[in-house]
């Protein structure tokens, strides 16, 4: 089955531990993106990847890091997460930046620090 | 920069009943629009897309309308069942293809 798969689904943590979630995906997509939905905010954009090795922030990447070795896996860091990057957090996916194509999302992981 | 928003943050309707949902978007030079469905706990799933050279575009029990002339969108679920129950939300695509998503509207269909 076509998908994006994320874990944790649910974490909570304390401020200033070290986290990282985890993104794979199996439609050998090029594009990955990382969102965070907060009520009356929609999906804000963290970071996002074009393809191996390229990353670039999205629109509130403070506070994150991302990586991608492999095309098929994009982690999410929180070096030391504080109590405002509590939220649910989506991995997405799409075949490229140049195709009309939309996401497919991950299944969400909902994150409270403490 | 874009501006996507939803008229309504909630919509109730009866079972059997057709829904409209609907969507503004700031961007007149947008190039593609998806509508999403989030049900509780899980991720948003895509229901329909239209370019914007289409004023119409028909699925299985919804239909996309997309009027360029004041920037707005909708989408009409026909029949509504129990399982649309769903925060619906609109994305807009500009020409450097970067998403903008609306916030979203609670939809509650009632037995």
């Known amino acids: 089955e076509a998908q994006v798969t994320q874990n944790p689904r649910y974490l909570i943590t304390v401020t200033g531990k070290k986290l990282t979630v985890t993104c794979s995906q199996n439609m050998n997509h090029e594009y990955m993106s990382w969102y965070r939905q907060d009520p009356g905010l929609g999906l804000r954009q963290i970071y996002y990847s074009m393809n191996v090795e390229v990353t670039d922030k999205g629109d509130v990447p403070e506070g994150y890091k991302v990586s991608r070795k492999e095309k098929r896996n994009f982690p999410l860091i929180l070096e030391s997460p504080s109590p405002n990057q509590t939220s649910l957090y989506f991995c997405?996916?799409?075949?490229?930046?140049?195709?009309?194509?939309?996401?497919?999302f991950g299944s969400g992981t909902r994150l409270t620090v403490v | 920069g874009e501006s996507v928003g939803l008229h309504l943050p909630t919509l109730s309707v009866q079972e059997g009943d057709n829904s409209i949902i609907n969507c503004a978007y700031s961007?007149?030079?947008?190039?593609?629009f998806i509508w999403y469905k989030q049900e509780s706990g899980k991720g948003p799933q895509f229901i329909i897309d239209?370019?914007?050279?289409?004023d119409k575009r028909q699925g299985q029990r919804v239909t996309v309308l997309l009027n360029k002339t004041v920037k707005h969108l909708s989408l009409q679920i026909a029949a509504t069942q129990p399982g649309d129950s769903a925060v619906y939300f609109c994305?807009?695509?500009?020409?450097?293809?970067?998403?903008?998503f609306g916030t979203g509207t609670s939809l509650t269909v009632i037995p």
């Open positions: 997405a996916s799409r075949p490229g930046i140049s195709l009309p194509y939309g996401y497919t």
């Open positions: 239209i370019r914007s050279n289409m």
């Open positions: 961007n007149s030079a947008s190039d593609y």
């Open positions: 994305a807009e695509i500009n020409t450097g293809n970067q998403f903008y």
